[in-house]
């Protein structure tokens, strides 16, 4: 198993530019989730899924939006870059079966300038 | 959501000292959830807690949910190099979206 994988590793967006972060995983998991993880600020929740077709927000959703529409995918679009939106940023999966232990990507970082 | 404290920030110890690593909250915690997060890399988990009172260890690791659940711990004993880290307390909300403290980042010097 490849468990969850993320693409880009690294990307440079200009302000006012779009992009998708993609996120996969192979494990079946129903539970996916971003997150994103600025300095001495730990892991905020951005969106997260419980399952193909059903998403919600966390704690830090603006100017992100999710999809979720296979249980293996779940990218994160970023519609307008803004520089706060610099960061590096984690999908994550988990699942009931696991006792919900969150398995987590490599990680993308992304500067926005 | 609730904000879940963890102290401190920051620890710098010789190797083979103890360390030790505080995540608290003011309302009860369903769960508790430790993760470490090599430098560079990403948060790799490493145990979950449910029960009042309860202690697992790991090797050199030991973990704690206190009695109330509004406090957990976790302590390594006779740190080593590859101890080093931020290690993160996270309260798994409905099980599946994490909320996580700020992490302390241990530095561990030969």
């Known amino acids: 198993n490849a468990g969850v994988t993320q693409t880009p590793k690294f990307q440079v967006l200009k302000t006012g530019q779009s992009m998708t972060l993609q996120c996969a995983q192979d494990?079946?998991?129903?539970?996916m989730s971003w997150y994103r993880q600025d300095p001495g600020m730990g892991l905020r929740l951005i969106h997260y899924?419980?399952?193909?077709?059903?998403?919600d927000q966390g704690e830090v959703p603006n100017g992100y939006n999710v999809s979720r529409s296979t249980t293996e995918d779940f990218p994160l679009r970023l519609l307008s870059a803004a520089p706060s939106q610099t960061s590096v940023y984690f999908c994550?999966?988990?699942?009931?079966?696991?006792?919900?232990?969150?398995?987590f990507g490599p990680g993308t970082r992304l500067t926005v300038t | 959501g609730q904000q879940v404290m963890q102290i401190p920030q920051y620890q710098h110890v010789q190797e083979g000292e103890d360390f030790t690593t505080y995540c608290n909250s003011s309302?009860?915690?369903?769960?508790i959830q430790w993760y470490k997060q090599r430098p560079g890399g990403h948060p790799v988990f490493l145990i979950q807690l449910v029960k009042s009172g309860e202690v697992k260890k790991q090797k050199r690791l030991t973990f704690q949910f206190g009695e109330a659940k509004k406090n957990s711990s976790l302590h390594i004993t006779a740190t080593q190099t590859t101890d080093v880290g931020t290690y993160f307390c996270a309260e798994a909300n409905s099980g599946y979206a994490l909320n996580f403290g700020k992490g302390t980042s241990l530095l561990v010097t030969p």
């Open positions: 494990m079946n998991h129903e539970y």
């Open positions: 994550a999966s988990s699942s009931a079966g696991k006792g919900y232990e969150q398995y």
């Open positions: 899924s419980v399952g193909a077709g059903i998403t």
């Open positions: 309302t009860t915690l369903s769960n």
